[in-house]
């Protein structure tokens, strides 16, 4: 089965790389259209349902970040960014637009074409089975429902919770931090504190009972979610 992904690059040596290593590590399964113009991906993506965007930030006519905000008013194809704008505040502000990852440059082609394939692996998961799962927490993101222990009991959770939980489980096994966590679910302008995001854990581990012991703490730094 090929994938079809968007490489929004003005770099024409950068995408000439990319373009042959991804074309021969996964034998032609996936498939790269590449835009260097902002203007021109707007169109490309208004015509085409790709699997996945590579998206940088700098570009002519229509930023990254106005990119990113359009398709994720309009679909849940995942979006990695590419850019050298490394600082926090343009980190924080894409994954705030809804990217799904952000790779600074200068960055190994390899360590993207992983990024790449659980990505899609992932997504592609999500659509076929709809539910998706860590250990015994069951999460539907189409319908928005989550059940817990083998005998799949429905909990209802609050939006902020239920957030909480999708993002973690986003990133199973994988160490979140608590402003990525604000940014995603708080949004960038947020003005509180980082203490807001452990009263709503509390809560969420309350709510998931026996399952809320898979969410363990990483103290000083964030939350992680295991099996």
């Known amino acids: 089965m090929a994938f079809h992904i968007l490489m929004v690059e003005d770099d024409i040596q950068i995408c000439e790389v990319v373009e ?3 074309t021969g590590k996964s034998n032609g399964e996936l498939e790269l259209d590449i835009t260097g113009d ?15 965007v590579l998206l940088d930030v700098m570009l002519p006519k229509v930023s990254g970040f106005e990119i990113c905000r359009y398709i994720r008013s309009n679909s ?3 979006i990695i960014f590419v850019t ?14 809804g990217a799904d990852d952000y790779v600074v440059k200068p960055f190994s082609v390899a360590e993207l074409y992983a990024k790449v ?11 076929l089975a709809k539910e998706i799962n860590c250990g015994q927490i069951y ?7 989550v059940f817990v222990g083998e005998e799949h009991k429905e909990v ?3 939006a902020k919770e239920y957030q909480l939980l999708k993002v973690l489980m986003e990133h199973e096994g994988e160490l ?6 604000l940014t995603r679910i708080w949004g960038y302008d947020f003005d509180g504190n980082e203490r807001v995001v452990d009263n709503h854990i509390k809560k969420l581990r309350k709510a998931l009972g026996e399952q809320g012991g898979q969410i363990h703490t990483v103290f000083g730094r964030g939350y992680r979610l295991n099996s």
């Open 84 to 97: 050298a704008r490394g600082r926090q505040e343009d980190v924080l502000k894409g994954y705030e637009l």
């Open 76 to 78: 849940i194809c995942p």
């Open 117 to 127: 394939n659980a990505l899609l692996k992932r997504s592609k998961g999500m659509v």
């Open 20 to 22: 042959d290593f991804f």
């Open 38 to 52: 902002g203007d021109e991906a707007m169109e490309m993506l208004y015509e085409t349902e790709y699997d996945l």
């Open 139 to 145: 999460l539907n993101p189409l319908t928005f429902q």
């Open 156 to 158: 209802i959770l609050p």
């Open 176 to 181: 979140v931090s608590r402003d990525l966590l």
